[in-house]
């Protein structure tokens, strides 16, 4: 069973940076496009950052571009989200999510695998 575990999330000042990372197991890692999705209470799932398989082409929702950062290392099946100039509104559980051969990067039903979610609070 593929296994996706997030981990970096935390309490920060608005202006501030994370990183968070998502480590992957028991999927051929290089195949898989890998997204990150982040969902508020009371609000839908939103994409925040996608890096496709293959030649790892990034893509980013409206909301985060030119703040946030994501990157993949398919040696060591992690994919990384770094988040700068954080904001109260960027405040969510964030998902990692992974899909083989994945094209519809936006769209959180392509997806086959998640994780559990890790929390992100930016206070003002």
């Known amino acids: 069973q593929v296994q996706l575990v997030e981990s970096g999330g935390g309490s920060v000042q608005a202006g501030s940076s994370l990183r968070l990372s998502c480590a992957a197991s028991?999927?051929?890692?290089?195949?898989?496009?890998m997204a990150w999705f982040r969902q508020a209470p009371g609000l839908d799932r939103e994409f925040v950052a996608a890096t496709r398989y293959g030649a790892g082409a990034t893509y980013y929702g409206e909301s985060v571009k030119g703040r946030f950062t994501t990157s993949r290392d398919d040696a060591k099946k992690t994919v990384y989200l770094q988040m700068n100039s954080l904001k109260p509104e960027d405040t969510a559980v964030y998902y990692c999510?992974?899909?083989?051969?994945?094209?519809?990067?936006?769209?959180?039903?392509?997806?086959?695998?998640w994780g559990q979610g890790t929390q992100v609070t930016v206070s003002s």
């Open positions: 999510a992974a899909t083989p051969y994945g094209t519809n990067w936006p769209s959180a039903a392509s997806y086959s695998y």
């Open positions: 028991r999927l051929t890692f290089s195949i898989y496009t």
